[in-house]
């Protein structure tokens, strides 16, 4: 006799309806700061801008920081600035997000892709080497769903080859690596302030970095190939290709008011992933967020791995990753597969078709993508499942607690589920 019953089943979600709340949070801070800019006579790159500049470099101990529209800006100007040029070879993880290795490309730059760690899903430091040739210039250290990549064993590495390192903190405000935050690690780092950010202005980036050489060439690609900000006197030359890059004072407007409440947010994310956590503790299949010794995650994504053989299951991984989630959803908790493929198989790079007439590649080497050769990205796609928004504020303990138990009941009626025929459906 089941006492309850799954809501898939028609029992009652776990998680009750409107319990979650949307991400993220506005209140008159930030009404007051946009509404001021709105009323200024700068809305290009103005007084907002600079100040965001100023206050995020403050944030996060850097000595310099430059806005952008998007992070994919800041990473395409590390790639840059860290001397990445025509036929250069980057290596960067094989699961991320796209820009992490278009960025790349943006340079005409070719990306080498490298394993992720399962347990991390960040880059595994023990495969780089073997991917290592002449042409390397770079390494791109993404430090995925908030948790900082494994920096020591690739900064070695890096400083052994003559290479620069680039982090990807798009997903990483105030996340931290043996006590230093992300973004102070390396050569130069990128942080995003889109919508799903820990850190969120709509759309918008921050490129910083602590050695001047490195930040005049990305200012030079932020704004026109000018060497002169647009803060004091221009000239209006171009020295060298340059983009258009800048953010604009009514989003850096809101990027202040939010990075004013960050600090707040990242407690309220690492308290109710504490919650999540303990309520999803020793679960049989369930394998929750790893977080090594020395690494602070900022708690991005919750991401866990799932494994049916716990549950006696011999079908194809992703059917009963499938089946799970949808169970969950109907008990009212928002997991998604964050992303379902891996950065090499993108027709980008399956096609090689960037620039148009091999470029990059007929600059260097042709490479393979083979998606066979990253198994652990791989696996990683049929097996995890995450969320975001759950953890955020406002959401609380209350939430928190909501979710594990919605969780739980999942795992603890799994048996109840017509695994093959729910996980072979699309629509998760
Ligand atoms: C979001 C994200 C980016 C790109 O940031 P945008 O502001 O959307 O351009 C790059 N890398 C990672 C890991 C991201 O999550």
Known sequence: MKQV?????????????????????????????VLASLRGDNHAYGPNCRAFEDEFAAWNGNRFAITTNSGTA??????????????????????????????????????????IDYDTMNIDPARIEAALSERTRAIIAVHLHGLPASMDPILEI??????????????????????????????????????????????????????????????????????????????????????????????????RAQL?????????????????????????????????????????????????????????????????????QAEGVPVEVWQDFILPEMTVFQAQNAYGQGSPWNYGRRLSYDPALFPVARKHCETHFGMTVPLRAPNDELVAQHVGAGIRKVFERIGDLDIDALGAETGV
């Not at 025509?86 to 991320?96: F, N, Q």
């Open 158 to 255: 890096a400083l052994r080859h003559g290479l620069k390192v680039i982090e990807d903190c798009c997903q990483a405000h105030g996340a931290e690596y043996k006590g230093t935050r992300v973004g102070r690690l390396a050569d130069c780092g990128a942080f995003s302030f889109n919508q799903n950010k820990c850190l969120c202005s709509g759309e918008g980036g921050m490129f910083v970095t602590d050695n001047e050489e490195i930040l005049q060439r990305a200012r030079m690609v932020w704004s026109f190939g000018e060497t002169r900000t647009p803060a004091k006197d221009r000239d209006y030359h171009a020295y060298a290709l340059g983009w258009m890059y800048r953010n604009n004072d009514l989003t850096a407007a809101f990027g």
């Open 260 to 328: 004013a409440k960050l600090d707040a947010y990242l407690e309220t994310a690492a308290r109710n992933a504490r919650i999540l956590a303990a309520g999803v503790r020793d679960i049989p299949g369930l394998q929750p967020p790893t977080v090594p010794e020395g690494h602070k995650t900022n708690w991005y994504n919750f991401t866990c791995h799932v494994d049916g053989a716990a549950y006696g299951y011999q079908g194809p991984p992703a059917r009963f990753r499938n089946a799970v989630m949808k169970a969950l």
């Open 74 to 115: 800041a990473l395409h100007m590390g790639v840059a600035a860290c001397g990445c040029g025509a036929g250069d070879e980057v290596i960067v993880p094989a699961y991320s997000w796209s820009s992490s290795a278009t960025c790349v490309l943006h340079h005409n730059a070719i990306p080498v892709f490298v394993d």
């Open 5 to 33: 019953k799954l809501a898939l089943l028609g029992g009652k979600p776990a998680v009750p309806a409107g319990a979650i709340r949307k991400w993220p949070p506005i209140d008159s801070s930030d009404e007051d700061r």
